[in-house]
């Protein structure tokens, strides 16, 4: 697969997402929402959100494979993971609790590092002075750590919801199957990984220079809001057409998931 392909599969994520704006934009708010409501739970609602993360990435293809074939996603694409043969679902299930004991063991690999300073840090008005600001105001050692950790296993889970769902693949052969697509076209992802960046550096650049000259710097931060989430909706769209290019889909669905 030539790397160019990489920032295709940007162009076709926003080319689907602005033909049907607000149907992947509810989308992305139901999942943002049940995130939130999940998460209230403490660490029972966090490994709970984990377990479902693969699923719930696998709702945002089949939103996308049903937009390719001409229909309206539905918010019961998060459900149609589940509602597959139950050798498939039993698979993802299997799959979501694979990444989340994962995703628990690499936050407290990196809490051992790095003495949990990024997870300890003090909340909006606990502190104390300008010592304590300046230390919160050091570059973010730990968020850096974590994504370096989350690399991984991302690539590991990466193609793997999918081929489990579409190709009946096990759990364990979906993420080797999954390492072995993202190696061997490492430079798609690669150009993927850039086109996206490239994206969002040339937003806060437009956007700061267009309200630099109305002589509202200020506003830029509050575009940046709505911003972030049509990209983040348009990545989670996006992963359909990186799974497409990497395997062969069943045909005859419709686009029914």
Not at 134 to 142: K, L, M, N, T
Request: net charge neutral; proline share 7%.
């Amino acid at each position: 697969m030539p790397a160019r392909q990489g920032a295709l599969w940007v162009r076709q994520a926003f080319r689907v997402f602005f033909r049907q704006p607000l149907a992947f934009s509810a989308l992305f708010f139901l999942f943002v929402i049940a995130v939130f409501l999940l998460l209230m739970l403490s660490y029972v609602g966090m490994v709970v959100m984990l377990t479902l993360l693969p699923a719930a990435t696998l709702g945002f293809m089949i939103a996308t494979r049903q937009s390719e074939a001409g229909r309206f996603p539905l918010p019961n694409v998060f459900l149609q993971p589940f509602r597959g043969p139950g050798e498939r679902t039993r698979g993802l299930i299997q799959l979501g609790a694979g990444y989340a004991v994962a995703s628990v063991l690499l936050m407290g690999l990196a809490d051992l590092i790095d003495g949990s300073s990024f997870t300890e840090l003090p909340g909006p008005g606990v502190l104390g002075g300008a010592e304590e600001t300046a230390e919160v105001a050091q570059p973010p050692g730990g968020l850096l750590l974590r994504l370096l950790l989350a690399l991984p296993l991302s690539i590991a889970f990466w193609h793997a919801p999918a081929l489990v769902h579409w190709g009946g693949v096990s759990p364990g052969k979906s993420v080797f199957f999954s390492l072995v697509a993202c190696w061997r076209n490492r430079g798609a992802f690669l150009v993927y990984g850039l086109t996206w960046a490239a994206v969002v550096a040339l937003f806060a650049v437009m956007s700061t220079l267009v309200f630099s000259l109305l002589s509202t710097p200020q506003l830029a931060s509050l575009a940046a809001l709505p911003a972030a989430l049509m990209f983040s909706t348009v990545f989670y769209v996006s992963l359909y057409y990186t799974f497409a290019d990497c395997f062969e889909l069943p045909a005859g669905e419709g686009g029914q998931g």
